[in-house]
């Protein structure tokens, strides 16, 4: 079982960053392709981004631009940057992590972490 701590969210002003953190123990961590949803209210779950173990990136119309995905294999953590923040940012952060290969499906969740982006 792969566990995923998020960290990192809060209450932001429309133009303002935030970064959020996934924290992992498992010892496999380097080999796995690793992401980033969102779901807002009343809305379907979106993948923001992805990034494999080799570090290829992959992000959403909506996020290229602000927000960069990284990863530090040593610490067994992933992070999302997002900058220049907007209203409909706003939702719940899920840190997934999946096996390699495409297309990416997640196949474990983090608990999530709340991003209110204010106007």
């Known amino acids: 079982q792969v566990q995923l701590v998020e960290s990192g969210g809060g209450l932001v002003q429309a133009g303002g960053s935030l970064r959020l953190s996934c924290a992992s123990s498992?010892?496999?961590?380097?080999?796995?392709?690793m992401a980033w949803h969102r779901q807002a209210p009343g809305k379907q779950r979106e993948l923001v981004a992805s990034?494999?173990?080799?570090?290829?990136?992959n992000y959403a119309d909506s996020t290229k631009g602000r927000f960069t995905i990284s990863r530090h294999n040593a610490n067994r953590t992933v992070y999302l940057q997002m900058n220049n923040l907007n209203p409909e940012d706003t939702a719940v952060y899920y840190c997934?992590?999946?096996?390699?290969?495409?297309?990416?499906?997640?196949?474990?969740w983090g608990q999530g972490t709340q991003v209110t982006v204010s106007s």
């Open positions: 997934n992590a999946g096996l390699p290969g495409r297309p990416f499906v997640p196949k474990y």
């Open positions: 498992t010892p496999i961590f380097s080999i796995l392709t």
């Open positions: 990034i494999t173990s080799g570090g290829s990136a």
